[in-house]
């Protein structure tokens, strides 16, 4: 039975040789390991070793998992993935990249590029290095993870010139205005498209009053909480789309200060959740009655409604 077994293997490969197809051995398989998610409170399960596939799920902070690392990615025992950014291994140490050697690059291509906090179009941007500048890391895909923190697209760096310094990224523009008591939740990517006040609504073909502001922006980019305080809501709804509310407390002397944050496209924290001012809690989007990607920032005084410009200052100075 072997000698048939064999024979019939060899004229299968001789089948398939003819017809242009390769025999490649399966590579083996890296030793399974436990790690632990990190450097976030949650991470997204894939079905598959992309950004693009679709999520089956999330796992929390400190969360063990078991798998093997493929690339930028940690494959679980059971066939689905996460990032291998958010995993540390047991000595809580963050998981290391396949990457290149390190070595020093120059941003060219572009006027400037963004420095992410992860290797993925859809993490927080840290700061922006413009064109010519110098900068130390490793090559990890189509990313480069900077020795000073931060991760750069690759497509978007050249090699420096011989005896080139490494100075430290340019820190991202304050999303305050100096002298306000809130943040701008979008930093400084987003531009106001509607004011507070009386307006046509785009869909409904009404007038009614737009209780907040609109900052137009690109999907998936950052929403910042304006200030510290206790998530009380996370909520959908056929007007407001996915949306979160923060209760701030007293703010700049004013009592039962709160934030709404409408037309998510995902939220990053739960209700009763502290957050500080800052910190992300979602992602813009355009659930709900929206016509394009932007955040509907409102702010609150005991309930009601109030014109945000009188705590992130005038429509006109958060123009990126």
Request: proline share 7%; glycine share 12%.
């Amino acid at each position: 039975m072997r000698t048939y077994a064999r024979l019939f293997s060899a004229f299968a490969t001789s089948l398939l040789a003819v017809a242009g197809i390769a025999i490649v051995a399966p590579s083996a398989a890296h030793a399974a390991e436990t790690r632990v998610v990190c450097n976030h409170d949650w991470v997204r399960v894939r079905a598959s070793a992309s950004t693009g596939s679709a999520e089956l799920g999330r796992l929390t902070r400190g969360t063990a998992v078991s798998g093997e690392r493929q690339g930028s990615w940690f494959r679980l025992t059971d066939g689905r993935y996460v990032a291998a950014y958010y995993t540390c291994l047991g000595g809580g140490q963050p998981a290391p990249a396949a990457s290149s050697p390190a070595a020093t690059h120059q941003v060219c291509r572009t006027p400037w590029v963004r420095v992410r906090a992860a290797a993925t179009t859809r993490s927080a941007e840290i700061g922006r290095l413009t064109q010519g500048t110098v900068f130390a890391g490793r090559r990890t895909g189509s990313w480069i993870q900077l020795d000073r923190g931060g991760h750069v697209a690759a497509s978007y760096a050249c090699a420096a010139p011989a005896n080139a310094t490494a100075p430290a990224p340019t820190p991202a523009p304050p999303a305050r205005i100096s002298g306000t008591p809130l943040l701008q939740p979008t930093g400084t990517l987003g531009s106001p498209t509607s004011p507070f006040g009386q307006r046509f609504h785009p869909i409904l073909r009404v007038w009614h009053l737009h209780n907040g502001i609109d900052l137009g922006n690109r999907a998936g980019e950052p929403v910042l909480a304006a200030e510290a305080g206790v998530v009380t809501t996370v909520s959908r709804g056929a007007s407001s789309g996915l949306s979160i509310k923060i209760d701030h407390g007293t703010v700049a002397g004013t009592p039962r200060v709160g934030t709404g944050y409408l037309h998510l496209q995902s939220a990053a924290v739960s209700p009763g959740q502290r957050v500080e001012q800052g910190q992300l809690i979602a992602r813009v989007g355009s659930t709900g009655l929206s016509t394009k990607p932007h955040l509907h920032f409102i702010t609150y005084e005991s309930g009601r409604p109030v014109n945000p410009e009188k705590y992130i200052g005038p429509l006109g100075s958060l123009r990126a």
